[in-house]
């Protein structure tokens, strides 16, 4: 099982949208709604930020949103802060054997 | 608020068993309905879960790793362990443990982390 595919860097200005897309197959994203967003900053731990594809865990700011379509899952940062300059981790329930599966991991770069 | 804590040598030996143990504090470990896991990250890589365990002790290990990994659980110490066997220098990675939400499949929250580097 491959690790999910997710663009090595996305950057943008304070106050701008992005969007990371989080690409899978249909074992794993595309036929499971199992999708979850974690953000790491340097030498921390993740932080869980979505799961089940759109939804926020209680204290996650609403500048943080998910969706998903087809294979494709994306998480959206609005309102880009200082504050969010961090990797970004997408996560799927997958059907294979392993279980789980990770991306590959986005770097988020406030300029 | 829960929190949980690993713990264990910082360095391991090649071919020998790499044991951590990680503290749940602020909940209690048998709480139904979620799993408690182990994830590592190899120093800038990304993440690979390891395995999962139950207060029951059921477990589910990533295949990848199957054969090298044991997690057990220590329900009167709220604690869980992870052994991992006849270790190389590719296990040497940050190892976090999470709370596991095996329905919807989310790790939330997580330790902090423990590097362990494996090395003669």
């Not at chain 1, 994203?29 to 900053?41: A, C, F, K, L």
């Amino acid at each position: 099982q491959s690790a999910l595919t997710q663009p090595a860097s996305v950057s943008g200005s304070p106050g701008q949208s992005i969007t990371i897309s989080c690409t899978g197959t249909s074992s794993d994203v595309g036929d499971y709604n199992y999708v979850s967003w974690y953000q790491q900053h340097p030498g921390k731990a993740p932080k869980l930020m979505i799961y089940d594809v759109t939804n926020r865990p209680s204290g996650v700011s609403n500048r943080f949103s998910g969706s998903k379509s087809g294979n494709t899952a994306s998480l959206t940062i609005s309102g880009l802060q200082a504050e969010d300059e961090a990797d970004y981790y997408c996560s799927s329930y997958t059907s294979s054997s392993t279980h789980y599966v990770f991306g590959t991991g986005t770097k988020v770069t406030v300029l | 608020q829960l929190q949980l804590q690993e713990s264990g040598p910082g360095l391991a030996k090649p071919s020998e068993t790499l044991s951590l143990t990680c503290t749940v504090s602020g909940g209690s470990i048998t709480r139904s309905s979620y799993y408690w896991g182990w994830i590592r990250q190899p120093p800038g890589k990304g993440l690979e879960w390891i395995g999962s365990i139950y207060y029951s002790g059921s477990t589910y290990y990533n295949p990848s790793l199957k054969s090298r990994v044991t997690i057990s659980v220590d329900t009167s110490k709220n604690q869980f362990s992870l052994k991992l066997s006849s270790v190389s220098a590719a296990d040497t990675a940050v190892y976090y443990c999470a709370r596991h939400d095996w329905n919807d499949c989310w790790f939330d929250p997580w330790g902090q982390g423990t590097l362990v580097t494996v090395s003669s």
